[in-house]
Structures are given as structure tokens and as C-alpha cells.
């Protein structure tokens, strides 16, 4: 059976998560791909050497909540009015990576997971320095944050390539620190683009590759043969966290886009195109007539959206963003959502077997909070917001509040009432509203599905 485990997961020593370190950070340039020593044997230790500085060893400290469901005995003893559940607050430190990309500013770019939950964050560069960091900004549906640090001097950069340019078989080298070595180099090539469905980050457009990455190694970089940052390494596929030589990386322009909005805004504005719709397929394509089997295929148009008032149609087929081929619904959900909100986009379509290209203005992501309590009584005392995906997301169910007593947990995503499906807060609420009798929410909890029935 595979695993799937972020690397920040993995390592687990006397209490404390371990997630990766690595090394710090100098500026490079065009160093040429194909190097050699002096006895001429082909090498990578010249570019490694301008590189590696620019990764930077992140370690951490914090305090984390846990919540341990208490018995029936122990609620039956003191009464209906005791607590479900036992909260407690549980230290814990950690270990990831990060690499400088603004040496000026200070600017280091991990993976949300290396820093959440952390009060202290302390980098420490290649050369043994060590600097305090804070949290500039971060984007949880993603896994990006970036830090700066307190009182930069003497740094260096990395360059960020073009994510976008990558080509399945192209070389790539991952630089991190696994279980804890000590700053480790592999080499491989790039296995697959646009990999998503894996049920890490809610925005998933993945870098797959064969170079070895291993728990420990979060937040490391991943670069071509010109030392080129070209992702973020976030995550594997394998049992205990082992390299079975599938890893995975956010892609850089991705993270760009991100931290851009982050060093304008101090906050991620996440840009909405307005488009329901899933992958192009064999079938849709026959039906369609058309003469492709890769895209991302639009079922709806969200009225009022960007999308509707750039002219896109349900039927279309979404095929390239700013010139880049675009292979699925998903790989368009991640680009899309990773752009600023106000940023206009070039979408090329296909519709009617004829291809055309619009621009997209992107509008700004509203606010997908919530009101339980406005829904449903039986709901009071979670907190709620509309998934990008499908669904409701519970994000917190206060212990012992009528939420709780009817079974929501934390990270449920409630994705039907009775068999209707449900995307927002309006369609829940109508869906509730218009149910007379038994209503039934249909809970999706990680890999299974379940019904709770809410009291009249």
C-alpha cells in the first residue's frame, strides 16, 4: 500500500517533528551546464558549490493543541456537561529548509508546514550563521511561506528559473537535509509535470521527481543544471517517509507568484476565474468532436465572474494560460489560484473546433467564512468555510457545542445534504432549508465517506 507523507511528517524523535535542514545561499549566473574538473570528467560540483549557500537550514519551536477524545465512562460519571474531549497544549521542535531568493531583503522561501505552529524560527546559513526569522506571509492551500530575516548581511541569492520552460527528462538536483544528516545533493530528472489529486495541498500542481528526496529535505530546492530554482520540495511518495524515487516539488513560478503578493500585500490575494469543470476526456472529447484528450473542460460559468465577462462559454476547453499548455482542471485551479487577484491572464480555447484566445481579468476571492449558526442550529459552534474543491470545510468545532455533540470534526468537509450536493454556503443553506423531515449531512473524513444526521 503507498503512503503519502509531507516530509515535515516524517521524523519523530523524543516528542519532536523533525522536517528537514539544508544550507545557505550566493549569488550565480549562467555557469555553464556541461562542467568539467581539470582531469576533464563531467561534474556538478562547480554549480553546486555557487549554489548550495543559497539553501538555508530552518529549525523551529512551538506549541502545538491536541485534542484526545475522552471515554463514555469518564461523561457518564460527571454528568451530560462533561467535556468530549481533553485539550492540551504540546511542545514541539523542528528542523526544515529554505533558500534565500532576495539577499538584500533578507527573503527566505520554505514550505508552510516547516514553520507552522512555530513561536521561535532561527535560520542557519552554510557558513554556521545563524539569524532570528519572522513569518512575512504565508498560503496554507499551497504549502508557501515566506520569512525574513532580522538584520541581514553578507548574503547571497539563488536565481529563479522558469518553472514553465520544464520538459519531463530534463536533469534536476535536489538539495536538503535528510533524517538529519547534514546538507545531502541528489540528481534525476524530472518524472512528470502538473501532478495533482494527491490530497497534500488543496492547490496542486506538483513537479514530479526521481532525484532522491527524503523526510527531512521540506522546503529545500530544487534546481536544473544551471542552478536555476526551479521548485520548492514539499512532499514523497513512499512507507515511513523512505525515497522510492517519487518526490515532489511546488514549481517555482508558482511560489513567485506568491511571494510577490505577499512582499505587496503582506497577504496572499488569491485571483478567481469563476469556471466549474473537470479534466478533458476520451469521451468528452468524442462527444465534443474534438481532436485532444488533454485540457480542462468548463461545465459552468459562475455568473458575474471574470469568466463571464470575458466571454468564456460551458463547453469550452481551457488548453493554454499565457502561452503555457494547460493539461488539466486541476493544473488550472493551482495556476489560476496563485495569481493576484486584478492580474489579467491570455486563456486560449477551444470551442466548436475552432481555437480562440481571450483576456481575463482575474477577480478577487471573497470571503469563505461561514455562519454555522445561521445554517442550522445543530451546527453552532463550528467553523465553516467553502472549500475550493468541493464542499464545506469544518476548519474548528468548539468542544462540547452542538456541532460537536452531533459528530462534525475538524477538516470534515460536508459535501451533500441528503444526497444534494453542495458547493457554498448558499446551496447548503437552501439545501437545509428545503429538506423537510430527516436532514443528512454526507461528511467526507480523509479517504471515507458518512452521514450525520442533524436532530429536528
Known sequence: MRKLATLCASLAVAGALLISPAVSGQAFAN??????????????????????????????????????????????????????????????????????????????????????????????????????????????????????????????????????QLRVGDFAVAIGNPFGLGQTVTSGIISALGRSGLGIDRLENFIQTDAAINSGNSGGALVDLQGNLIGINTAILGAAGGNIGIGFAIPANMMKNLVEQIVEFGEVRRGVLGVRGGNLTQELADALDINRTQ??????????????????????VIIALDGTTVFSFAELAAKVGTIGAGRTVEL??????????????????????????????????????????QGIRVTAVESGSPADRI????????????????NNARELQQAISETSGVVALNVRRGNSQLYLVLPN
Request: hydrophobic share 40%; proline share 5%; charged share 25%.
Open 31 to 164: 555557469f555553464p551546464a556541461a562542467a568539467t574538473d581539470e582531469r576533464g570528467v563531467p561534474t556538478l560540483a562547480p554549480m553546486l558549490e555557487e549554489v548550495t549557500p543559497a539553501v538555508v537550514n530552518i529549525s523551529v519551536q512551538g506549541k502545538r493543541v491536541t485534542r484526545q477524545r475522552l471515554p463514555e465512562a469518564f461523561r457518564f460519571f460527571f454528568g451530560p456537561n462533561a467535556p468530549r474531549e481533553e485539550v492540551r497544549e504540546q511542545p514541539f521542535q523542528g528542523l526544515g529548509s529554505g533558500v534565500i531568493i532576495d539577499a538584500e531583503q533578507g527573503y527566505v522561501v520554505t514550505n508552510n508546514h516547516v514553520i507552522n505552529d512555530a513561536n521561535e524560527i532561527t535560520v542557519t546559513l552554510k557558513d554556521g550563521r545563524q539569524f532570528s526569522a519572522t513569518v512575512l506571509g504565508r498560503d496554507e492551500e499551497s504549502d508557501i511561506a515566506l520569512l525574513q530575516l532580522e538584520n541581514p548581511r553578507n548574503l547571497v541569492q539563488i536565481e529563479i528559473g522558469n518553472s514553465d
Open 295 to 316: 485540457g480542462a473542460w468548463v461545465s459552468e460559468v459562475v455568473e458575474d465572474s471574470a469568466a463571464a465577462k470575458a466571454g468564456i462559454q460551458a463547453g469550452d
Open 348 to 389: 486560449t480555447l477551444l470551442r466548436d473546433g475552432s481555437e480562440l484566445t481571450v483576456a481575463v481579468e482575474l477577480d478577487k476571492q471573497q470571503s469563505q467564512q461561514i455562519a454555522a449558526d445561521t445554517l442550522h442550529p445543530a451546527l453552532r459552534g463550528a467553523e465553516l468555510r467553502a472549500d475550493d474543491r
Open 407 to 422: 459528530g462534525l470534526r475538524e477538516n470534515d468537509v460536508v459535501i451533500a445534504v441528503n444526497r444534494q450536493l453542495v
